[in-house]
C-alpha cells in the first residue's frame, strides 16, 4: 500500500513542479493549452536540472523549493485546473508507473553504464564526479541526474522511483499529440491506449533513456509543427529548450537534431516556402549547443565521445574492400529491417502510408521518409565504418534502440491523416 501512495505522490509531484510557471493567460499574450503550458513548464524544469547538475546542492531542498514555487499560481488562477487532459494525464502516468514497479530488474546498458551515474548524484556528487564511477565516462548525464532526484526524494528508497518521471514525460507526449483530436472522452482514451501498445516495450523501460529521447522528440516537432502553422514565434522557445535538454540525455541525440533541422528545411523546401530566420536562429543554436557540451566534456574529462567505448573507423584499405562492403551491408540491412518491423509504430506509419500516398498526401509523408531516410543513412555508416571485432553484437543490440527513439514522430502524420479520412 505504501508503494502504491508513494506513486501517486510521486505523480503528481512531477505534474504539481510542472504547473510553474504558469503561462496560460497570465504571461503572454497567446493562450496555450493545458498541456502545451505543462510541457513548456517541463523543457525549463529539464534545462534547471541541467545547470544543477554540475553543482553539490542538497537535492531535498530543491525539491522542496520547486513544490512551494507552484503556490504562487493559485493568485492568477481564474478557474480550476483539473481538466479532461490532467486526468488523464495523471492516470496514464500512474498506470505506467506500476508497470515499472512490478519489474525491477535493470537491463544491460542500466547495470554498467547509467545506475552508475544515478547512483553518483543520488550521493550528493556533480559532473565533475563522473570521473570516479564506473561506465562510460563521455556518455551523457541529464537523465541520471532526474532519475536520482526523484528517487532521493521519494518516501521508497527503491531505484524506480525516480524513473516515475520518464514515465510521466512519455504520458505527456502521448497526450499532446492526441490532444490535437477533438473527439469524446471514450475515443481519446481509445487512441491514447493504442498509441501505448504501439510504442510501449518493456525492455526499454528497464532503465534505458530511450524514452527520454522518444517523448522529447515527439515535443520538438509538436512545437515545430505549431510554430509553422500559426507563425506564433513563442512556440521556437521550448524547441530550442528542448534541443539542448535532449543533446544531455544521449549522444545519438546530437545527429537526431540535425536531422530535424534538415526536416523543417525539407518542408519548407517542399511547400515552396521561404526560410524564415527562426529556423536559421534554431540552427545556430544547435551548433552552439553541440559545442559547448564537447567543450564541458573535454576540458572535464579530456574525451569526447565518438560512438560505443573505444569505437574507432576502419581503415580505408578495409572499407572499400568489396568482400567487406558485402558482409557489412547485408547484416545491417537485415538488422535495420528486423528493428523496423519490432518497433510497431513504424509498421503502422508504412501501412497508412501505403494506403494513402497519393499526389494530394506526397508533400506530408515526404518530409517524414525524409528524416528516416538520415536515421538509416546514420546506423548504416556507423557500423559500417566501425574498427571492432564485435561491432556484430552491437549492432544486434543497439540498431533497434536507434529507431525507437525517433519513432514518436511518425505519430504525428499517422494521426493526421486517420483524422483526415475520418477515421478518429
Not at 66 to 91: G, R, S, T, W, Y
Not at 267 to 296: A, D, G, T
Amino acid at each position: 500500500m505504501i508503494e502504491i501512495f508513494n506513486i501517486i505522490f510521486l505523480v503528481f509531484s512531477i505534474f504539481w513542479i510542472s504547473s510553474f510557471p504558469l503561462f496560460k493567460n497570465n504571461l503572454l499574450i497567446y493562450k496555450f493549452s493545458t498541456l502545451e503550458n505543462i510541457s513548456i513548464n517541463l523543457a525549463i524544469l529539464l534545462n534547471v536540472f541541467l545547470f544543477f547538475s554540475f553543482y553539490k546542492l542538497n537535492q531535498q531542498y530543491i525539491f522542496l523549493i520547486l513544490m512551494i514555487l507552484p503556490v504562487l499560481n493559485l493568485f492568477f488562477l481564474k478557474k480550476e485546473i483539473i481538466e479532461e487532459n490532467i486526468i488523464l494525464l495523471l492516470f496514464f502516468s500512474f498506470i505506467l508507473s506500476i508497470a515499472i514497479s512490478s519489474n525491477l530488474y535493470l537491463e544491460w546498458d542500466a547495470q554498467a553504464l547509467w545506475i552508475y551515474k544515478v547512483i553518483n548524484f543520488l550521493d550528493g556528487n556533480n559532473f565533475n564526479n563522473l570521473s570516479n564511477v564506473p561506465g562510460e565516462i563521455t556518455y551523457p548525464h541529464l537523465g541520471t541526474y532526474v532519475w536520482a532526484f526523484f528517487w532521493k526524494n521519494s518516501f521508497i528508497d527503491i531505484e524506480y522511483t525516480g524513473r516515475i518521471f520518464y514515465m510521466f514525460v512519455y504520458s505527456l507526449s502521448i497526450l499532446i499529440i492526441v490532444d490535437l483530436q477533438k473527439k469524446d472522452l471514450l475515443k481519446k482514451i481509445l487512441i491514447i491506449s493504442g498509441i501505448f501498445i504501439l510504442s510501449l516495450d518493456s525492455f526499454l523501460l528497464s532503465g534505458y533513456q530511450e524514452y527520454l529521447v522518444f517523448s522529447i522528440f515527439i515535443f520538438i516537432f509538436y512545437f515545430y509543427f505549431r510554430f509553422y502553422e500559426t507563425k506564433e514565434k513563442i512556440f521556437i522557445v521550448p524547441i530550442i529548450l528542448f534541443i539542448n535538454s535532449i543533446l544531455w540525455i544521449k549522444n545519438e541525440a546530437s545527429f537526431f537534431v540535425l536531422f530535424f533541422l534538415f526536416f523543417a528545411f525539407f518542408h519548407h523546401l517542399i511547400k515552396k516556402e521561404k526560410i524564415n530566420k527562426e529556423l536559421v536562429l534554431l540552427s545556430i543554436l544547435y551548433l552552439f549547443f553541440v559545442f559547448i557540451k564537447n567543450i564541458i566534456f573535454h576540458s572535464n574529462f579530456g574525451e569526447v565521445n565518438m560512438g560505443w567505448q573505444d569505437y574507432t573507423t576502419n581503415n580505408f584499405g578495409n572499407i572499400f574492400q568489396f568482400s567487406y562492403f558485402i558482409e557489412r551491408t547485408s547484416s545491417i540491412f537485415v538488422s535495420i529491417l528486423v528493428a523496423l518491423i519490432k518497433c510497431k509504430i513504424y509498421l503502422v506509419f508504412f501501412l497508412v502510408l501505403f494506403f494513402n500516398l497519393n499526389k494530394k498526401n506526397f508533400k506530408i509523408f515526404l518530409p517524414y521518409i525524409f528524416f528516416l531516410l538520415l536515421n538509416i543513412t546514420l546506423i548504416y555508416l556507423i557500423y559500417y565504418l566501425a574498427n571492432d571485432p564485435n561491432w556484430a553484437n552491437y549492432l544486434a543490440t543497439t540498431v533497434d534502440r536507434l529507431l525507437f527513439q525517433t519513432s514518436g514522430i511518425y505519430l504525428l502524420p499517422i494521426l493526421f491523416i486517420l483524422k483526415k479520412n475520418n477515421y478518429l
